[in-house]
């Protein structure tokens, strides 16, 4: 029974992060989609801000906000 108990309690606790995680992950990609909309609504792209909206989107552990 202990055992049963403490293996709930685990999957809860991954569960939880990896809702957190995906919260996260929502989150920057949200950002990510807004500042590549403004930079192409402004009819005269920010290569810069575009370059790193792209390198979000390929490499997203890697990006800082």
Do not use: F, K
């Not at 293996?7 to 996260?24: K, S």
């Not at 192409?40 to 490499?59: C, F, K, T, Y």
């Amino acid at each position: 029974m202990r055992l049963r108990v403490e293996l709930g309690l685990a999957l809860g606790e991954i569960h939880a992060e990896v809702q957190r995680a995906e919260i996260a992950w929502r989150q920057q990609l949200s950002r990510w989609y807004s500042d590549g909309r403004l930079a192409v609504e402004a009819r005269a792209p920010d290569i810069s801000l575009l370059q790193r909206v792209l390198d979000g989107l390929r490499n997203p552990g890697s990006v800082s906000t």
